[in-house]
Antibody
């Protein structure tokens, strides 16, 4: 059974940093692109970033470029999101999501999602 | 960036109703469109890819259609478990973008 479990969320002051983790199990983690998607309270879904199987390519939404860094450790079956210079508008539940199909490109939908990690930024 | 616009934003319907949700892209995305269902406090569930292909395990009352810039998600006979918010997503190009969501509520 595919499982994605996020951790590392919490309450942080504006300007602070946080590192989210996603522990994957039930599939060959190193064979899939992986994504982070966020959802502000009461709002819709926003794709944040993704990373290729070997970590050699990453893509970001413009609003987080230069502040967020996605990375992975295939030996530990783990995905990470380093979030710096946090702003109030970054308050959201952050989901880890697997890219469907194990493709060589990352423009694919997401077939499995974690339960999410809540990041709250206080000003 | 490709903007995705869903309509309506809220839809009131009864069990057994046929329900249709529309998603429009700001430019052509061919058939690179997915649909997700999200219930309150829960994680999104993947329903449909490539505009009309049903993900394994998804009930056949769900169907998708469209190509280019206009797409629809249809629920042929609404069931109690289907009351939720539905999102479309384009994966034609970066940044990957979602529609604003359509909440299907009980009439």
């Amino acid at each position: 059974e595919v499982q994605l479990v996020e951790s590392g969320g919490g309450l942080v002051q504006a300007g602070g940093s946080l590192r989210l983790s996603c522990a994957a199990s039930g599939f060959t983690f190193g064979s899939y692109w992986m994504n982070w998607v966020r959802q502000a309270p009461g709002k819709g879904l926003e794709w944040v970033a993704n990373i290729k199987q070997d970590g050699s390519e990453q893509f970001y939404v413009d609003s987080v470029k230069g502040r967020f860094t996605i990375s992975r450790d295939n030996a530990k079956n783990s995905l990470y999101l380093q979030i710096n210079s946090l702003r109030a508008e970054d308050t959201a539940v952050f989901y880890c999501a697997r890219a469907r199909g194990g493709r060589s490109y990352g423009t694919v939908p997401f077939d499995y999602w974690g339960q999410g990690a809540l990041v709250t930024v206080s000003s | 960036d490709i903007q995705m616009t869903q309509s309506p934003s809220t839809l009131s319907a009864s069990v057994g109703d046929r329900v249709t949700i529309t998603c429009r892209a700001s430019q052509s995305i061919s058939s690179w469109l997915a649909w997700y269902q999200q219930k309150p406090g829960k994680t999104p569930k993947f329903l449909i890819y490539k505009a009309s292909s049903l993900e394994s395990g998804v009930p056949s009352r769900f169907s998708g259609s469209g190509s280019g810039t206009e797409f629809t998600l249809t629920i042929s006979s609404l069931q109690p478990d289907d009351f939720a918010t539905y999102y479309c997503q384009q994966y034609s190009s970066y940044p990957l973008t979602f529609g604003g969501g359509t909440k299907v509520e009980i009439k």
